[in-house]
Each structure stands twice: as C-alpha cells, then as structure tokens.
Nanobody, 123 residues
Framework: VQLQASGGGLVRAGGSLRLSCVVS????????MRWYRQAPGERREQVAA???????NYADSVKGRFTISRDSAKNMVYLQMDSLLPEDTGVYYC??????????????????WGQGTLVTVSS
C-alpha cells in the first residue's frame, strides 16, 4: 500500500491550495481517510477526516475554511484549503485505513501514511 500526497506550495495569506492524495495497492479497500499537519516544533494534529460513507469532521481551527472530499472509485482524498493563514503552515500528511487482501478470503487492516507535502503560508 502506498499513499502519495501532492499539491503543497507557497501561498500568501488569504490564498488557496488544494491537496490531493492517492492510495494505491492491489485489491485494497480504503476506509476512513484523514489529513494531518505538523507545524515546526509542534505535534502532528488531525485536520479533517472523511469516512467511506461520507461523514466528515474538521479541527476547530479549520472549520469554514477547509473542505475535505474523496473519490472512492479512485481511492483519492482531497483537501481544499481557502482563506489560508500563516498558522496553517506545516507539512500535511494523508492517512488512510486500508484493508489488504491476504488470500483465502481474509484481509488485514491497518493505517497507512503518505510522505507529506509542505504548505507554507506567508503573511
């Protein structure tokens, strides 16, 4: 299983970015998908999550500015980030719960991480 995130960059405060993440692997089933971020010197925090059924939750700090969505057919998750603030700066990681077939009808599930994409918001 591999997760590949993209879309980070440098943007001025008030601007927008759209992050994408694709989950790849043979025969996998992707459950809840999440975005985390980690600012310099800070702990990694969850920003947004979306279940396979479409239930969504956001961190209070991004409510009304960020929108998470997914395309389950493509195993992709997106994070539309609007009205960006300097405090949104950090490395953004995608995370997914993935069921992997193990043969004989069995699967094993785990959480997998992407490599991170850097978002820098200048004031």
């Amino acid at each position: 299983v591999q997760l590949q995130a993209s879309g980070g960059g440098l943007v001025r405060a008030g601007g927008s970015l759209r992050l994408s993440c694709v989950v790849s692997g043979s025969g996998i089933t992707v459950g809840t998908m999440r975005w985390y971020r980690q600012a310099p010197g800070e702990r990694r925090e969850q920003v947004a999550a979306i279940t396979r059924g479409g239930s969504i939750n956001y961190a209070d700090s991004v409510k009304g500015r960020f929108t998470i969505s997914r395309d389950s057919a493509k195993n992709m998750v997106y994070l539309q980030m609007d009205s960006l603030l300097p405090e949104d700066t950090g490395v953004y990681y995608c995370n997914a719960e993935v069921a992997v077939p193990r043969g004989w009808g069995s699967t094993s599930s785990g959480q997998y991480w992407g490599q991170g994409t850097l978002v820098t918001v200048s004031s």
